[in-house]
């Protein structure tokens, strides 16, 4: 596994070593921060995405879209709302269905944002560390997360150079 930071190369075999490129700053040898791999499994991602889908539907855009279709065609049935000379009732009570389910899947979106922070991820599907879009360029991850452990593995490899 070879990735490249700031001009150097750092190679780590399967054992663990890590192996630094010339004129780099010095690796932090066999030991990993742990919050850096940024990680999650596909299968936990579309775990919640189904689950963001499915309760979104029935807990959200079902009950909103039956609802608006129901007022649109009580207001239709008392007068209020007149119906189509042509199509009676029926393209208002579509227009209602399907505004109350664009809503109900909207008004969902700050839940499964929720569950997919829980999960590591920041904004959801699409951004992210292996995302395309993004400063660090496609499939690059880095440990945003300085630690204090890492803190001191910097300053003592310099000292140790000297």
């Known amino acids: 596994m070879s990735s490249e930071t700031s001009g150097q190369t750092t190679t780590v075999n399967a054992e663990g070593r890590?192996?630094?490129g010339p004129g780099s700053a010095p690796a932090k040898q066999g030991w990993k921060c742990p919050l850096s791999d940024a990680h999650v499994h596909r299968e936990d991602v579309r775990k919640v995405w189904k689950e963001c889908q499915e309760e979104s539907f029935w807990y959200r855009a079902l009950p909103?879209?039956?609802g608006s279709m129901a007022t649109t065609g009580g207001l239709i049935y008392n007068?209020?709302?007149k119906s189509s000379a042509r199509?009676?009732?029926f393209p208002k009570l579509a227009v209602a269905g399907i505004l109350g389910f664009a809503v109900g899947k909207a008004s969902y979106f700050?839940?499964?944002r929720?569950?997919?922070q829980e999960l590591g991820i920041?904004?959801?599907p699409g951004s992210g560390p292996w995302s395309r879009r993004g400063p660090s360029g496609p499939g690059r991850r880095h440990c945003h997360h300085e630690c204090e452990e890492c803190k001191k593995k910097?300053?003592?490899a310099p000292a140790d150079q000297a």
């Open 18 to 20: 890590t192996a630094v």
């Open 64 to 66: 909103l879209s039956l």
């Open 79 to 81: 007068g209020v709302w």
């Open 87 to 89: 199509f009676g009732p």
């Open 110 to 112: 700050g839940t499964c």
């Open 114 to 116: 929720s569950k997919f």
């Open 122 to 124: 920041k904004d959801g």
């Open 154 to 156: 910097t300053q003592a």
